[in-house]
């Protein structure tokens, strides 16, 4: 019976790659409904990452450069089905550029500042 239900829920979607980020995250289009998800290394295709589907939102948002002189990331907005909670994933910086262009989004350059408190010696 749990083979029947996992055939059923890959059913559900019809994954095409559309981009690869090496060392970051792969972006695939449901060719069913044209909305674009996001897999980490955990899964084939997204809904089978442990995650689940993590959806692009179809509407404007925000793309976020941030980090410091020696690493920087992008953080962007993703959606799960059901559930109306807020949500971001972190990427590589390479992947916040072609998330804008591909969305029509905004990017925003912000910086993490780290200090460190404690004693030397």
């Avoid at 409904?33 to 995650?51: C, H, I, K, Q, W």
């Avoid at 690493?71 to 799960?80: D, G, I, Q, S, Y």
């Amino acid at each position: 019976m749990a083979s029947n239900l996992t055939t059923m829920a890959r059913s559900l979607h019809k994954w095409r790659r559309v981009k690869v980020f090496k060392g970051g995250h792969r972006f695939f289009v449901d060719e069913h409904t044209g909305r674009m998800a996001v897999a980490d290394d955990s899964g084939r295709v997204p809904d089978e990452t442990d995650d689940g589907v993590l959806w692009l939102p179809d509407r404007p948002c925000i793309v976020r450069i941030c980090g410091n002189a020696s690493h920087l990331a992008a953080t962007f907005p993703v959606e799960k089905d059901g559930d109306d909670a807020v949500y971001s994933t972190i990427g590589t910086l390479e992947e916040g550029p072609w998330v804008v262009e591909s969305r029509v989004w905004r990017i925003m350059i912000e910086e993490w500042e780290v200090t460190l408190v404690g004693r030397m010696g």
